[in-house]
């Protein structure tokens, strides 16, 4: 329960509770409580339960044989390469795996295998080929074999016949499509490598001839291109010799220049020199002189040895003069003939030397005009060159890609069938008993399952729990229904709720009470008048009145049993004094405003003042205006909700309306709890309870006897209280 603060007397100290929550906290909230859900659910969890263990039985009794046969292909984790590893086949082979399991069961694999299998073993007369096909994709059991590189083909049926060939046909089939696949689109590719070799080689032919022709126009057998340019190397050669040849021209014009101009008879002329030179490297001349020397020689020593007036000595004289004449004749003739022969070969060096001179100048001249028009040719020989190289290499990498490709496709592949399947021998063990021992707690599971989805889906409230979900605070109140428990559950019940309205009204000095129901037919009526009954045992002055009009206010007080004039007409039941008023006789139907503006206003302004607390049973706040008003001036307004009737957006929508109203305060009474739904915590407290009232009853002694109409109460009487010790020790249910 929740209040607001209010005004008390300053004489009276209160602890303040805390002011109400907003209607929305708490929300409805999807708390799963197992064994809370099976209870308020048990029939439908059962029916489940049954169902389900009823269906499975009937599967499990229309259990046949089952044949399978299995084929096992191995995958292999490297490609079986006969040449260099390519990369082509390099895969990560978790994944390659599982590409080849989804590839067995591919469309035009199933379709190709049953086109291979006899009419009628596995296609049915009339059937469309994508119905045989996805009917025996959905037969078909591909898995992998472990940790291994075996996978599973694996087909099962109700006969043993034709199993292990439809499986064989399909085995085979996908290794045949999956060795093709290795080299997707060999044939493709190989005829495109072929067709592009071709246009290389016809290239390549295209400027091997053109570089031939170039070669043929240089006048060369092949232009190599490496080091110098031929027609370089040439002119260069050229240019030394004609500048070889111009100073040895421009020698000879000097030399013969200074001949021609040099004075003969000067005994030191370029001329005389160079005939001296002649004269001294001519052999028959040194020969001559010698002779003529040493006969000289001769005639000096026997001159030596004549007197002055010796005739010999004179014709020794004479032969020697002539000698000296003739060796002096000698020189001068072989000088002339020296110098004449020597000024004609200086004229034909000269010559010579003008003649090569021209002859390489105009060879240069013609090389050069040569060497101008060969380099674009060199050039354009170079380009094809460096083409024709370029072009090889890739007609090589072509030509050996072709003959890899047809090689490797040849090869055996990396799956290949590792065991064929067999005809199987019988049936399959039967997993029946298996199933059977999983059947039931499976089916208790679903029950359960079941409940506790329809208690999540389930609308309505059925415990205190839910309230509080609901409303954010605890109900004030829970009362069973009292076809369920005994009369003692039922008053030990009332009293607790009537102990929290007697704490509401001494903590925060409230005393008036409208209950309304939060729909129609909640209980408020009733439990009105047992509140106001168990109000007057706690000693509270209590007052009820029923809004409608219909019936009379009754007071309710607290008796004293030793009152003689009263207490042998004690009966424990609801004991007051009606009060006549004219203005509440009248039904609700008929005068509501006459209701509403003198009785309440009494009761709010005057009865407070002599009843410790009133309580007002209201039409149901959703569908009374009246009710909604009288809440304004209540002090509490009581929501009372029916277990399993009332609905949580029912109750959220009276929340609502009472916050907007700005209620004083609100509580909550929930109504006829059944006892199974009840909330474990608070069955346990029953059964202490009652076990508890049985122990008392055994120990304690009743003062009257069971034949006297003495009520039993749990109040001792003091003043103006029921004493404990003067009523019987138990109440019969």
């Known amino acids: 329960m929740y209040i607001t603060p209010r005004q008390l007397e300053p004489q009276q100290p209160v602890n303040l509770p805390p002011p109400r929550p907003s209607s929305t906290g708490g929300g409805l909230g999807f708390r799963i409580n197992v064994l809370r859900s099976i209870k308020t659910h048990a029939i439908t969890a059962s029916l489940i339960a049954i169902v389900t263990c009823g269906l499975g039985l009937a599967v499990l009794l229309r259990h046949k044989p089952t044949y399978y046969a299995t084929a096992i292909i191995y995958v292999s984790p490297n490609f079986p390469k006969t040449l260099t590893d390519d990369r082509e086949q390099q895969y990560q082979y978790e994944t390659y795996i599982q590409q080849e399991m989804h590839t067995v069961t591919r469309y035009d694999v199933i379709a190709d295998a049953i086109k291979k299998l006899p009419a009628g073993m596995w296609r049915f007369p009339g059937e469309t080929e994508q119905s045989a096909v996805e009917r025996m994709q959905a037969s078909l059991d591909i898995e992998r074999i472990g940790a291994t590189y075996q996978v599973g083909i694996t087909l099962m049926g109700g006969h043993p016949n034709n199993l292990a060939e439809i499986v064989n046909a399909v085995a085979n089939t996908y290794i045949d499509k999956a060795k093709d696949e290795e080299f997707y689109?060999?044939?493709?590719?190989?005829?495109?490598?072929?067709?592009?070799?071709?246009?290389?080689?016809s290239d390549l032919d295209s400027l091997?001839?053109?570089?031939?022709?170039?070669?043929?126009?240089?006048?060369?057998?092949?232009?190599?291109?490496?080091g110098a340019n031929p027609f370089d190397s040439q002119l260069d050669k050229m240019r030394?010799?004609?500048?070889?040849?111009?100073?040895?021209?421009?020698q000879a014009e000097a030399q013969l220049s200074a001949i021609e101009k040099g004075d003969p008879s000067a005994p030191n002329s370029a001329l005389s020199a160079a005939a001296d030179e002649i004269i001294a490297s001519d052999p028959q001349l040194n020969a001559l002189k010698a002779s003529l020397g040493q006969k000289r020689s001769e005639l000096l020593g026997t001159l030596a040895g004549l007197t002055p007036n010796n005739p010999l000595r004179k014709q020794t004289e004479e032969q020697l003069a002539e000698t000296e004449a003739a060796l002096q004749k000698m020189q001068t003739s072989l000088r002339a003939k020296a110098a004449a022969r020597l000024e004609e070969k200086l004229h034909a060096e000269v010559n010579r030397a003008a003649t090569v001179e021209s002859r390489l100048l105009h060879d240069l001249q013609q090389q050069t005009t040569t060497a101008t028009s060969a380099t674009p040719k060199i050039q354009r020989s170079e380009e094809i060159k460096a083409e024709v190289a370029r072009l090889q290499a890739r007609y090589n990498a072509i030509d050996e890609r072709i003959g890899n490709l047809e090689l490797e496709s040849s090869s055996p592949g990396s799956v290949h069938l590792f065991q064929p399947a067999m005809s199987p021998l019988g049936p399959a063990p039967s997993k029946a008993h298996k199933y059977l021992l999983?059947?039931?707690?499976?089916?208790?599971?679903?029950?359960?399952?079941?409940a506790v989805l329809f208690d999540l889906l389930d609308p309505h409230i059925y415990t205190g729990g839910d309230v509080e979900a609901v409303m954010g605070f605890a109900p004030v109140g829970v009362?069973?229904?009292?076809?369920?428990?005994?009369?003692?559950?039922?008053?030990e019940c009332a009293l607790r709720m009537a102990a929290g309205i007697d704490h509401a009204a001494h903590a925060a000095g409230v005393r008036t009470f409208v209950v309304t129901g939060v729909t129609a037919g909640a209980g408020s009526t009733s439990i009105v008048g047992q509140l106001g009954s168990t109000l007057a045992k706690l000693g509270r002055k209590t007052l009820t009145v029923d809004a409608s009009g219909n019936s009379n206010p009754v007071a309710y007080a607290t008796v004293n049993l030793n009152d003689p004039a009263r207490g042998s007409e004690f009966t424990g039941e609801k004991t007051g004094t009606e009060l006549q008023s004219t203005v509440v006789t009248q039904p609700l139907s008929s005068k509501v405003t006459p209701l509403a503006t003198s009785f309440m206003a009494k009761a709010f302004?005057?009865?407070?003042?002599?009843?410790?607390?009133?309580?007002?049973?209201?039409?149901?706040?959703?569908?009374?205006?009246?009710?909604?008003?009288?809440?304004?001036?209540?002090?509490?307004?009581?929501?009372?909700?029916?277990?399993?009737r009332t609905k949580k957006t029912e109750l959220k929508r009276a929340a609502r309306l009472l916050e907007r109203l700005n209620v004083g305060g609100v509580a909550v009474i929930i109504n006829k709890v059944g006892l199974m739904r009840a909330e474990k915590s608070l069955k346990r407290?029953?059964?202490?309870?009652?076990?508890?009232?049985?122990?008392m009853n055994l120990r304690w002694q009743p003062k009257y006897h069971r034949g006297e109409a003495t009520p039993f109460t749990p109040f001792v009487a003091k003043d103006n209280v029921v004493d404990a010790e003067e009523v019987p020790a138990a109440r019969e249910a």
């Open 185 to 201: 689109g060999r044939d493709q590719r190989l005829d495109t490598l072929r067709q592009e070799r071709s246009r290389i080689q």
């Open 208 to 226: 091997l001839q053109e570089q031939a022709q170039i070669a043929h126009s240089l006048g060369v057998a092949i232009v190599t291109g490496e």
């Open 240 to 250: 030394t010799d004609l500048a070889t040849a111009h100073e040895q021209r421009i």
């Open 438 to 450: 999983m059947l039931f707690p499976i089916s208790i599971l679903l029950g359960i399952a079941a």
């Open 479 to 491: 009362l069973f229904d009292d076809r369920e428990v005994t009369q003692l559950v039922y008053d």
């Open 605 to 644: 302004q005057e009865l407070t003042n002599e009843y410790d607390i009133v309580l007002i049973d209201a039409a149901p706040i959703l569908t009374s205006a009246e009710t909604e008003y009288l809440a304004r001036f209540a002090d509490v307004t009581i929501l009372v909700g029916e277990s399993a």
């Open 685 to 695: 407290d029953i059964d202490e309870f009652e076990a508890r009232i049985n122990k």
